[in-house]
């Protein structure tokens, strides 16, 4: 059996979650019980083990006159843990959910417990239901008999019919924090005899997101003879990013987008938590910024103090970002975008002012259009055409007037694929619904780097719009 199974919660004091051990307190302690119970959250917050416990606490055969913890110890109790109750009947919605399940499950609710004080019907994956069966079920759900009671269970709550969601009592399930995974590793630490090392549980419980599922597997998977050395969990734990953190920040240095994009995909395909990437970059870019100073010993990469703060701030900026990203990795492929674009940092040789041939500047400049717009516009192209999205990639915004846009496409075979019809028509459309104009679209093969005026730095404590704006400025002029 694996840990996640054999140390699930057995009573409402060892749930880890805090919210729900409060409100199932709350709810064996009413006057009444409920007939109808909803348990919402993510996968492997403990929705299943909550629901085996809170039917146990109302079949225990210990709290006859008074609901309270079950015992774990009578017939109801044990029978119910093997899943053997012939009173608790566990469903999965997911196989079971055509109407003639819904009928026979409504002609098993009519008849009395067997031997128990209540029929308990816990209900996996409840959003599965189909609408017939979940208004079949609404019909039971409207005149419960007295001795039956229901626990849906399910991650996506809003997919049930608002009707059968307002007769449940609602028990949301979050993801954990880490104390409450903490709570959750120390109990199978205890009850295993390990021999864990310092800042190995802390370690587990940032990787796990929120899972208790996840953090006692990974837990599982570093045991060995017995015990766990923080050295060798972080090496396990932490390789694959480190390894990719000094890359990618070589690959910055470098101005590589191709490559950085390629990395980025890799790491989206291996999961690894786009945020906590950033994180650990940041950390890595402090570093290099502190040992710029003189204050630590470390490596700067070989970039100048300007561009590591500049760095740092574009990658902060972009981890806001992921609140309303619609690809958990697009914000990171923006930031490294933009950061590709920047000029190389000047190096100013003499004061002595030559007269210099006046360049032209180009006749449009991109203003109105912003590079928020920019976002936008690539996130509706990704829900609507991801070839597009990705011919896009390799394009920039080059100039805006208003009712004209300029996009610089670095491919030729790119550009050809994009001037089809169908592909400009689609891009004015959405181009459209992003600006609230009518913008026409013309397409222009360009060199991946374009000049950039040479930027001003921004102080530390300007506010995070000035931030924006100044980004704009430097990628699009002005
Ligand atoms: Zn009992």
């Known amino acids: 059996m694996t840990l996640y199974l054999k140390y699930r919660p057995q009573k409402i004091d060892e749930l880890d979650l805090e919210s729900v051990r409060v409100s199932l307190k709350k709810i064996i302690e009413a006057k ?92 996996d994956e409840a959003h599965m239901l189909t609408i017939e069966a979940a208004n079949a079920f609404l019909k039971t759900l409207e005149e419960p008999p007295s001795h039956v009671v ?85 090496k396990y734990l932490l390789e694959v990013e480190e390894v990719n953190v000094e890359i990618f920040i070589k690959l910055l240095y470098q101005k590589d987008n191709l490559k950085i994009l390629n990395l980025l995909q890799k790491m989206s395909d291996e999961n690894v938590n786009p945020n906590r990437f950033i994180e650990a970059l940041v950390e890595e870019l402090r570093k290099a910024l502190l040992s710029k100073e003189g204050v630590v010993n470390y490596t700067d990469y070989g970039f100048s103090k300007k561009e590591i703060i500049s760095l740092i701030k574009l990658l902060i900026s972009s981890s806001k970002d992921f609140s309303f990203s619609p690809i958990p990795y697009l914000p990171l492929e923006i930031a490294a975008c933009k950061w590709c674009l920047k000029k190389k940092e000047p190096v100013i040789v003499k004061k002595k002012l030559k007269k ?26 990704r829900g609507k055409n991801t070839t597009i999205e990705a011919l896009l990639r390799a394009t920039e915004p080059l100039s805006y007037n208003g009712s004209n846009l300029t996009i610089g496409v670095y491919y030729r075979f790119h550009k050809e694929q994009l001037e089809e019809q169908k592909n400009k028509s689609m891009l004015e459309k959405i181009l459209e619904e992003v600006t609230g104009e009518k913008i026409k679209v013309s397409l222009k093969l360009t060199e991946r780097k374009k000049p950039l005026p040479v930027k001003k730095e921004i102080p530390l404590t300007q506010g995070q719009d000035e931030d924006i704006i100044q980004a704009a400025k430097e990628i699009f002029g002005n």
């Open 150 to 234: 229901f626990i849906l269970a399910t991650t996506e709550p809003e997919k049930l019919p608002a009707t059968v969601r307002s007769r449940l009592i609602l028990v949301p399930f979050k993801k954990a924090n880490e104390a409450e995974i903490n709570r959750q590793l120390t109990r199978i630490i205890k009850g295993e005899k390990l021999d864990v090392e310092d800042g190995v549980v802390s370690l587990i419980a940032k990787v796990s997101d929120g899972s208790f599922r996840d953090a006692a597997k990974i837990l599982e998977s570093l045991i060995v003879k017995n015990s766990i050395k923080f050295k060798e969990a972080k």
């Open 356 to 381: 210099t041939k006046k360049i032209t500047p180009e006749p449009l400049v991109f203003n109105a259009f912003d590079e928020k717009l920019w976002f936008r516009f690539l996130s509706e192209i």
């Open 32 to 123: 009444s019980l409920p007939h109808g119970f909803l348990f919402a959250g993510p996968k492997g917050t403990g929705k299943t083990s909550a629901a085996r416990i809170l039917a146990k606490a109302i079949n225990c055969e210990k709290n006859k006159d008074k609901l309270s913890e079950p015992c774990n110890k009578c017939a109801q109790c044990k029978a119910i843990e093997k899943g053997q109750s012939m009173d608790v009947i566990e469903l999965d919605a997911a196989s079971n959910r055509g109407i003639d399940d819904i009928r026979s499950l409504k002609e098993s609710i009519a008849l009395s417990p067997v031997n128990s004080r209540k029929k308990i019907y816990i209900i």
